[in-house]
C-alpha cells in the first residue's frame, strides 16, 4: 500500500496567515493527489483533486501544488471558518490511502 | 442538489452483522463508482470499500475483505457488515466518486456510527 505522511501533525495560525501543509507518498503517485477539509462533527469536504484542481465552489484562497511524490496545501489567508483537521488522499492506486490528516487551530 | 443519507449503524457486539444503507439523490447514480469511508474514534479517514457504476466491480481493504460486501441498486449503495470486530468501531461514510472508479470523493454522507462491543 501507498504510505501518505502530513507535517505538520497541527498548527495554529492567526486569521490573515498564509498557512502550508505538506504530503508525501511512498512512491510516485504522479498527480493523483486530492485534499479534504473535515469540520468537527461534520463530514470531509472534497477540496482539490489531481493535485492542483479546485473543486467547484471551493474559495480561490485554496491552492495545492506538486507531483511525484511532494505536495503542498496552501491558504493563502487563513480565514476563521478554515478551522478543521485536513486530509491528503492518493487516488493513484487501490487501496486509496489518506495521509494522518492537519489540525489547522486560529490564534 | 446531490445528497447521500447513510442509516443503519448502530451497537452491535463482537461476531455481529450489520447492513448499512446509503440513499443518493441529485445525480445520475448508475454513472458513478460508490465507496464507504470510516474512521474510528480519534482516528483518520480509512477507505473500506468501492463498488463501481457501470460495471459493478467491487474493492475491499484487507481488513474488511471476506467479512464485509458492497452491493447496489437503482438509488442506494449497501454494505454489509459480518463477523463484526471491536475494531471495526467507526463512523462510516458513504462518499461518491467525481467519476467511474476515480477514487477521487466529491461527495460525502453525513455518516453513521457503528458500535461494535460486548
Known amino acids: 500500500d501507498i504510505q501518505m505522511t502530513q507535517s505538520p501533525s497541527s498548527l495554529s495560525a492567526s486569521v490573515g496567515d498564509r498557512v502550508t501543509i505538506t504530503c508525501r507518498a511512498s512512491q510516485s503517485i504522479t498527480n493523483y493527489l486530492n485534499w479534504y477539509q473535515e469540520k468537527p462533527g461534520k463530514a470531509p469536504k472534497f477540496l482539490i483533486y489531481g493535485a492542483s484542481s479546485l473543486q467547484s465552489g471551493v474559495p480561490s484562497r485554496f491552492s495545492g501544488s506538486g507531483s511525484g511524490t511532494d505536495f503542498t496545501l496552501t491558504i493563502s489567508s487563513l480565514q476563521p471558518e478554515d478551522l478543521g483537521t485536513y486530509y491528503c488522499q492518493q487516488s493513484y492506486t487501490t487501496p486509496a490511502t489518506f495521509g494522518q490528516g492537519t489540525k489547522v487551530e486560529i490564534k | 442538489e446531490v445528497q447521500l443519507l447513510e442509516s443503519g449503524g448502530g451497537l452491535v457486539q463482537p461476531g455481529g452483522s450489520l447492513r448499512l444503507s446509503c440513499a443518493a439523490s441529485?445525480?445520475?447514480?448508475?454513472?458513478?463508482?460508490m465507496s464507504w469511508v470510516r474512521q474510528a474514534p480519534g482516528k483518520g479517514l480509512e477507505w473500506v470499500s468501492t463498488i463501481s457504476g457501470s460495471a459493478g466491480g467491487t474493492y475491499y481493504a484487507d481488513s474488511v475483505k471476506g467479512r464485509f460486501t458492497i452491493s447496489r441498486d437503482k438509488h442506494t449503495v449497501y454494505l454489509q457488515m459480518n463477523s463484526l470486530r471491536v475494531d471495526d468501531t467507526a463512523v462510516y461514510y458513504c462518499a461518491k466518486d467525481r467519476g467511474d472508479y476515480t477514487n477521487a470523493f466529491d461527495i460525502w454522507g453525513q455518516g453513521t456510527v457503528v458500535t461494535v462491543s460486548s
Open positions: 441529485g445525480f445520475t447514480f448508475s454513472r458513478y463508482a
